[in-house]
Every structure is written in C-alpha cells, then in structure tokens.
C-alpha cells in the first residue's frame, strides 16, 4: 500500500462496515470543489445519436473477438500507467451497455439516476452475478486479453465489476491510486474504465497523472478520512513538479487501462446528462491478499470471499477471464 502505516490513522484498519453506495458517499466528500458552477451554469449536451441496438448474440461475439495490442501500446502504458485505446468498442455496443446499466441503477435505487435534481456518484458492484448481458461485458475474453498483454502477464482474474454513473451536478472525485483501494499484494492489477457514452470535459473524464512514477512525490503524503486534505496536498505535490496532466474527453469507443499506481482523478459532471461508466479490474492469476487490508479497500471481502489477509485471492468470485476458450467460437465462425 501507498499510504504507509505511520502516515494512516489507526481507525483506517478497521474493517468498512456499510455498503458500497455509502462508501462512495463518503469518498466523494474527500475531494477539492473550489469551483463548482450552479445548476443554470451546466452544459446542455445535444441528445444522444441514434443508434441500432445489435443484439445479445452480436454483443457476445464482438466482446470475445481479440483486438490488436501493439508493442507500442505495452510501451507507453509501462511508461506513462495508462492508455487510451480508440475503438475498443462499437457504439452499438455501448449505447445498450448505457441502457442496461441505466436501467439497473433505476431498479436499484428506485429513482431516475438521470434527475436533475440528483447530484450524486451511484455506484454498483457484482453485477454481472445478476445479469447475463453484464456479464459478457465483465467476463469478455477482449477486455481482459488487453489486460493481460498491458501488464505483461499470461493470465488474469476478475477483482470486481463496478457500475459507475456520475448525475448532473456531482462533483470531483479526488486524487487516487488504486494501490490503495484493491488489497492486493501485487502491481499487476489493471482497471478497464469504460465509458458508455462520448464523454466531453465537462461531464468528468478520468484524468491521469503521467508518467507512472509520478506516484513517488506523494506517497509520504499523510491520507485524512475527514476532508479534502490529501486531494489539495497531492494536487499541490503535483504542480509544484510540473507533472504532467491528461484529462481529455473520450470519443465513443474510447476505453482506458490503467495501472493500480496510476494517479488519476475525475472532475465534476457539470452537464445535463448522467456520466455512465462500467469499471472492470483484473489481476494477474497468483496474486495474494495484502496482510492487512484498510477501510479503504471498502467492503473486499464481497469481492474475494472466503480469503483471508495473506491468501491467494482465487475465490469462486475471481474467475480467470484470460486465456479463455471462448476465443474459439470466433476460430470457428
């Protein structure tokens, strides 16, 4: 972990005791505003093209049919922790994964995530166990293939599925690594961040610092769980080194892999319209649990049930999603 035990306060180590959704209640609050435009202020984005839905069958084929991973692609994400990689996947394909996830989050939080006056971050993790279409979008042997070959591994596992809808007026989520989230005593973990519309500026892009040992200026920082320090002292750690920012928009099909220290943040959706995203991380088959997991790390052990603190994390929750023999239904067609 990052956070070293002396820079942590002790309460850190004991186990997150509420949900998912009120996990990310308390994370957002840990993130600077310092300019947060009113409701009148927020951008009206045209609606949303329209596009053919392809169906379930489509669906599962385009998401076990292997994408081309360059050298140049391993290269840059080594060097600078993430990557950006342009058609991943087809508009077709994200317009009824936004629909799908829209359409749970509605069922789960029994309002229109949508609302306007709603300006929380709505999140939801495990889907795929529920729902069938998630679930080749989760397990798809495509995704997990680019993983594997980013991170220079002959294998990956699944560590979790997260639904991640950003309303209109919910602000910045702050500075982070993922080191310091997932309790896995390994560096080999990669989250796929899969936006499911074009994502403009002003609806809250992942924004990356770069290159990937950039996480050295801030890793004595001391985390606080009670306000915004940390986000304003690595934001300061980072300007004063004239580290390097990318925070782009993402055209539709866009998808990016980041490395567990990579710090990336995400601004404010200040637009009309809810930021939908589906997160999916996985790790190199192998890995073990770290030996003393923090509240940070939320509720890990929904996602790894049934290892403990030192154990290999290869719970019946963690299938490997490469190699995969799905890959051969394409050879076959």
Known sequence: MLVSDQAMESSLYEPWDEDNQAWWDWYVTLADNPLRPKDKDFIKLPSLPLIDIPSDENIKQELISPFDVTKEHIEVFNRDGFIKL???????????????????????????????????????????????????????????????????????????????????????????????????????????????????????????????????YVQNINFSKLDTSYDKNVSKAFKSNKVLIEDGPFEIGEVSFHHNLSFHNAAGNYTNRTRVVLANT?????????????????????????????????????????PSNEENLVKKK
């Not at 829209?102 to 939801?124: P, V, Y």
């Not at 070959?149 to 209109?168: F, G, I, M, Q």
């Not at 603190?309 to 929750?317: M, R, W």
């Open 86 to 216: 342009k058609n991943v996947l087809s508009a077709g394909a994200l317009a009824k994964l936004r629909l799908e996830i829209l359409h749970i989050l509605h069922k789960n939080f029994d309002k229109k995530s949508n609302s306007k006056s709603n300006n929380r971050f709505l999140s939801l993790e495990m889907m795929w166990l529920n729902n069938t279409l998630i679930k080749d979008y989760v397990l798809s042997s495509r995704i997990a293939k680019i993983c594997a070959d980013l991170l220079r591994v002959k294998s990956v596992r699944l560590y979790h599925d997260n639904a991640l809808a950003k309303e209109p007026g919910c602000g910045r989520t702050p500075w982070h690594c993922d080191d310091d989230h997932f309790p896995l005593a390994t560096h080999d973990v990669v989250t796929a961040w899969i936006p499911a519309q074009q994502t403009p500026i002003e609806m809250g892009p992942l924004a990356f610092a770069k290159p990937l040992s950039v996480y050295k």
């Open 282 to 322: 996985y790790f190199a088959d192998g890995a073990r649990v770290v030996d003393k997991p923090t509240m940070i790390s939320g509720d890990w052990q929904k996602f790894i049930p049934g290892v403990g603190p030192g154990e290999v994390a290869a719970s019946e929750l963690n299938p490997i999603c490469w």
